[in-house]
T-cell receptor, first 114, second 108 residues
Framework: GAGVSQSPSNKVTEKGKDVELRCDPISGHTALYWYRQSLGQGLEFLIYFQGNSAPDKSGLPSDRFSAERTGGSVSTLTIQRTQQEDSAVYLC????????????FGPGTRLTVL | GQSLEQPSEVTAVEGAIVQINCTYQTSGFYGLSWYQQHDGGAPTFLSYNALDGLEETGRFSSFLSRSDSYGYLLLQELQMKDSASYFCAARGGQNFVFGPGTRLSVLP
């Protein structure tokens, strides 16, 4: 079956512009996660959705970051007024009901802010 | 706070056995997961320990000791394709924390 998909695969933007990143989880997966990974670094947790609801948004780095999920499926991560330090690979993952421990990752969106 | 610690690098030769350790400090600990990530690729799930003890999956095994807040990933019969970064991960409340990763280099 289809895995987690993310779009775009690459995004180059200018400082100050807004960007929107999209994630399509595996069908039937109720939980969805967003992470950020800088080159050669570990994964930084951003936000987690159970269904359409995000119990804790404290992982988002600043108020320029927001995320939503609709219909228990697609999620978008929006970064407003991008800064150079936002440059990273943004990874999305999903998991089956009741199994947060096994997450299936998408290929990521590489964001470059000039 | 919530944190996981791992060695930054490990080197071993083909056919050898290597152990990657992970110590953690999280609130509301559920269990420890392990992921593999090749350069340029996405993380892929390897194993999960909810209870103390050893879980074996083929050449890979993972161990957890809740009393010591410690776990490890054991890779046996190393192959060149095992060269990758390995991350331990844990859930703390509504957050999912990954360790900084251990870069494994397998030499011929």
């Amino acid at each position: 079956g289809a895995g987690v998909s993310q779009s775009p695969s690459n995004k180059v933007t200018e400082k100050g512009k807004d960007v929107e990143l999209r994630c399509d989880p595996i069908s039937g997966h109720t939980a969805l996660y967003w992470y950020r990974q800088s080159l050669g670094q570990g994964l930084e947790f951003l936000i987690y959705f159970q269904g359409n609801s995000a119990p804790d948004k404290s992982g988002l780095p600043s108020d320029r970051f927001s995320a939503e999920r609709t219909g228990g499926s697609v999620s978008t991560l929006t970064i407003q007024r991008t800064q150079q330090e936002d440059s990273a690979v943004y990874l999305c993952a999903s998991s089956k009901p009741g199994t947060n421990n096994e997450q299936f990752f998408g290929p990521g969106t590489r964001l470059t802010v000039l | 706070g919530q944190s996981l610690e791992q060695p930054s690098e490990v080197t071993a030769v083909e056919g050898a056995i290597v152990q990657i350790n992970c110590t953690y400090q999280t609130s509301g600990f559920y269990g420890l997961s392990w992921y593999q990530q090749h350069d340029g690729g996405a993380p892929t799930f390897l194993s999960y320990n909810a209870l103390d003890g050893l879980e074996e999956t083929g050449r890979f095994s993972s161990f957890l000791s809740r009393s010591d807040s410690y776990g490890y990933l054991l890779l046996q019969e190393l192959q060149m394709k095992d060269s990758a970064s390995y991350f331990c991960a844990a859930r703390g409340g509504q957050n999912f924390v990954f360790g900084p990763g251990t870069r494994l280099s397998v030499l011929p």
